[in-house]
């Protein structure tokens, strides 16, 4: 099974990510996850990075589809399933992701869309501030994470739908019920034949898309 997901901070990617990956043994790949550790070892990266994740904009693609292409090819190696959790946050990021899965021979089966509003997920990050004292979970850098993912990264959601993939799940409730919800709809994704992947048309859509949104046209 290989799944990516999109949904705003708060919504529960973190929790999701692992339930899905401990149910099929797979790898969880967290971009979030990824970056914060290391910040957290102040590794050139760590240090290049840090005032992005503090800001609560986005790290230039470059090195995020590096960590990401990194650790595809090990999910190959270990039998070819993940779950991406943090990518793709643009329409540059969802074709370079599209790309490498081709060439590594492991396109996404299923976009899982967490569907959760402002109000509640701004809830959950001011609470998750109090225990785990995130530099990006203070009300001002929650504001313009939502607003990057409102004008950015929801966007893309409608090109998943299109390519037949897109499985959205209302994360409103507890996060046991969503993960119920999950499980079912990734369990009966699993049984259908995957849909065959179509580069030139996928890459085409997806380039309108961008046109659509007023988003620079992807060099090709
Ligand atoms: P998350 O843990 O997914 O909420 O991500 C935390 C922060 O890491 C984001 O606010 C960004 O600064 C950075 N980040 C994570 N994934 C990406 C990505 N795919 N592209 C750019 N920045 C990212």
Redesign the pocket.
């Known amino acids: 099974m290989r799944v990516l997901m999109i949904a705003p901070?708060g919504a529960g990617?973190?929790t999701q990510g692992e339930l899905i990956a401990a149910h099929f043994g797979i790898p969880h790949i967290?971009?979030?996850?990824l970056?914060?550790d290391h910040v957290a070892r102040r590794t050139g990266l760590g240090l290049a990075v840090q005032g992005?994740?503090d800001r609560?904009?986005?790290?230039p693609?470059q090195i995020?589809l590096d960590m990401v292409r990194e650790a595809l090819i090990a999910a190959k190696a270990g039998g070819g399933g993940y779950v991406l959790?943090?990518?793709?946050?643009n329409i540059e990021?969802a074709r370079a992701a599209y790309e490498i899965g081709l060439e590594l021979g492991m396109t996404a089966d299923v976009a899982l869309h967490l569907d959760a509003d402002d109000a509640e997920v701004t809830r959950r990050l001011l609470a998750r501030a109090a225990l785990e004292h995130r530099s990006?979970d203070t009300a001002e850098v929650i504001a313009q994470?939502l607003a990057l993912y409102h004008q950015v990264t929801s966007p893309i959601i409608c090109w998943y739908r299109d390519r037949g993939i897109l499985v959205s799940v209302d994360a409103m409730r507890p996060a046991q019920q969503v993960g119920r919800e999950i499980l079912a709809d990734l369990d009966a994704m699993a049984a259908r034949p995957a849909p065959v992947p179509a580069p030139e048309r996928d890459l085409a859509e997806l380039a309108t898309l961008a046109d659509a949104f007023g988003v620079a046209r992807p060099a090709s």
């Open positions: 901070p990617k973190g967290a971009t979030g996850e970056l914060r992005y994740l609560g904009e986005f790290v693609d995020v959790d943090g990518i793709p946050r990021q990006d994470r």
